[in-house]
Nanobody
Framework: QVQLVESGGGLVQPGGSLRLSCTASGSIFSTIFMAWYRRAPGKERELVASVTTADTTTYAVSVKGRFSISRDNAKNTVYLQMNSLKPEDTAVYYC?????????WGQGTQVTVSS
């Protein structure tokens, strides 16, 4: 069983930055594949970024060059640094973990990009 707690969402102006955090408990974090997803109003949930246990990262085309995912195994935490935010980045952001063949989700954190 893995528990995920997200933080760092909020309201930011276009062009601004936010950093999301997701802290995991209940498993060996270094063995967990981690990812961030988002669901915008009226749209389906989409993968934003992921990081493997070997620190290999992937990004959605829409965020590449603006967002950066990283993990700190000592703190059991994965981060999503979001720069140059756009109104279309407005969504609820979810942290996902894959451990021992099972998927776990955080509760979500709202990110709103608006002037």
């Amino acid at each position: 069983q893995v528990q995920l707690v997200e933080s760092g969402g909020g309201l930011v102006q276009p062009g601004g930055s936010l950093r999301l955090s997701c802290t995991a408990s209940g498993s060996i974090f270094s063995t967990i594949f981690m990812a961030w997803y988002r669901r915008a109003p009226g749209k389906e949930r989409e993968l934003v970024a992921s990081v493997t246990t070997a620190d290999t990262t992937t990004y959605a085309v829409s965020v590449k060059g603006r967002f950066s995912i990283s993990r700190d195994n000592a703190k059991n935490t994965v981060y999503l640094q979001m720069n140059s935010l756009k109104p279309e980045d407005t969504a609820v952001y979810y942290c996902k973990a894959l451990a021992a063949g099972k998927a776990y989700w955080g509760q979500g954190t709202q990110v709103t990009v608006s002037s």
